[in-house]
């Protein structure tokens, strides 16, 4: 099956450091990309949907300058979490779906925490 | 943003039993997908199921959905101690890139 990766799966920073959260689509084109945000035991938000080539389109109460998200290449988006906060500390997934396709692949997870 | 609700929120049963999780969402959709996602981890697609069908079986799980009362079913049979996960319904919103609209997801819990 479709594979996506992400990296890093964990990372610790200090506050007002800046972060970024890769995930790669191995065994397809994704044209598009989308990031979640996942609180403990709840479902998961939709923070940002992206095409490839294409700025992201943030879910509403979702700062674009906070979460930077690009998506230079069919197999490459990234997610830079600036200046972080440890109200940033999240579990963050992406998922990456293929053109015309329904169905969503998803990444591991980058479980980020922010000190 | 979150559509579907699932019941129930936790299920726990003993191995071998099976398990079933509801859906109920609130607008039209083309289909219904299942996921599944271990503690800490992605989320695994199980299954999809268009709008026009009615029961869709995949090894030991089947799904259901009634368009009429926007709801759909999930039924592990024969539960085993590594299905103890959260389970998630998710629709599509209808738009150009398949965007998702997701439950607030099932935890089961297996009991060897």
């Known amino acids: 099956g479709a594979v996506v990766s992400q990296h890093p799966s964990r990372v610790i920073c200090k506050s007002g450091t800046s972060v970024k959260i890769e995930c790669r689509s191995l065994?397809?084109?994704?044209?598009?990309m989308f990031w979640y945000r996942q609180f403990p035991k709840k479902s998961l938000m939709l923070m940002a949907t992206?095409?490839?080539?294409?700025?992201?389109?943030?879910e509403q109460g979702v700062e674009k300058d906070k979460f930077l998200i690009n998506h230079a290449s069919l197999t490459l988006s990234t997610l830079t979490v600036t200046s972080a906060h440890p109200e940033d500390s999240s579990f963050y997934i992406c998922?990456?779906?293929?053109?015309?396709?329904?169905?969503?692949?998803f990444g591991p997870g980058t479980r980020l925490l922010v000190l | 943003s979150q559509q579907g609700e699932e019941d129930p929120q936790a299920l726990s049963i003993q191995e071998g039993e099976n398990a079933t999780m509801n859906c109920s969402y609130k607008?039209?959709?083309?289909?219904l997908q299942w996921y599944r996602q271990n503690s800490g981890r992605g989320l695994v697609h199980l299954i999809l199921i268009r709008s026009n069908e009615r029961e869709k079986h995949s090894g030991r799980l089947r799904v259901t959905l009634d368009t009429s009362k926007k709801s759909s079913s999930l039924l592990i049979t024969a539960s085993r101690a590594a299905d103890t996960a959260s389970y998630f319904c998710a629709t599509d919103a209808g738009d150009s890139n398949y965007q998702l609209i997701w439950g607030a997801g099932t935890k089961l819990i297996i009991k060897p």
């Open positions: 998922s990456a779906r293929a053109r015309a396709q329904e169905t969503q692949y």
């Open positions: 065994d397809f084109q994704a044209t598009t």
């Open positions: 992206s095409n490839e080539g294409s700025k992201a389109t943030y």
């Open positions: 607008t039209s959709i083309n289909n």
